[in-house]
């Protein structure tokens, strides 16, 4: 990966997702001290959240010129709602929260600022603007889980260790690992300021998930 687009666009990122590992919300799931009111308004507004991704990719669908491409698009979208989303769920049922219950939840300002842009991202660019806006989620996500996962009985805590497991598995990495070689396959031949541009997407987004972990740490609204 050296020398790719992906490693330029992770070293321009490297600050903010070392904030983001040093997170007083990430180290508590670590821990297994993080409050369970702050992780239930984090995963209700990122079960919102996914809503918008699923979205994007779906743009994804539509800007894509080849069937193979749309049909890596739409898998992801499918790997959302179908797979991601079963963390979510599991969780939600052990808050005793049914999903019409989430949906009476208004998003959070960082929230919908941060889907806003990805959206908004999607609409005005092509496959490769879509994935440097998605990418940065789902790469943040698997490092942190391995992360986690490498702390001694994390992985096995009674109430944080599934989510852990969940970002630390095989199949997140596999799906992770398969948008980093999109995204270098889509920006193979950008021009140096096509790249620029890739790189501030996802700088910008990185940005937005270490708020995202602000706004569940402080539990705004």
């Given at each position: 990966m050296t020398n790719s687009v992906s490693c330029r666009l992770r070293e321009a990122a490297a600050p903010i997702w070392e904030?983001?590992?040093?997170?007083?919300?990430?180290t508590g799931i670590g821990d297994g001290t993080l409050?369970?009111?702050?992780f239930q308004h984090f995963m209700?507004?990122?079960y919102l959240y996914l809503f918008d991704y699923a979205r994007v990719f779906a743009l994804g669908v539509v800007k894509a010129r080849s069937p193979e491409l749309m049909r890596t698009f739409s898998a992801n979208v499918d790997a959302i709602l179908g797979g991601e989303m079963k963390i979510h769920r599991?969780?939600?049922a052990r808050l005793g929260i049914s999903e019409e219950q989430v949906f009476n939840v208004q998003p959070a300002l960082d929230n919908l600022s941060y889907t806003h842009y990805m959206l908004a991202v999607a609409e005005a660019g092509g496959p490769a603007e879509i994935v440097a806006s998605i990418l940065a989620c789902s790469w943040s996500y698997a490092e942190i889980g391995q992360a986690l996962a490498q702390i001694p009985g994390a992985a096995e805590h009674p109430f944080y260790g599934e989510w852990i497991r969940g970002y630390a598995s095989e199949e997140y990495a596999a799906t992770n690992r398969a948008l980093i070689e999109l995204m270098d396959s889509l920006a193979a031949g950008a021009t140096?300021?096509?790249?620029?541009?890739?790189?501030?997407?996802?700088?910008?987004c990185s940005r937005y998930e270490l708020g995202f972990w602000d706004m569940a740490w402080e539990i705004r609204t």
């Open positions: 904030a983001c590992l040093k997170h007083p919300f990430v409050p369970v009111e702050k209700l507004q990122d599991a969780y939600m140096e300021e096509q790249l620029a541009y890739l790189t501030d997407i996802f700088v910008n």
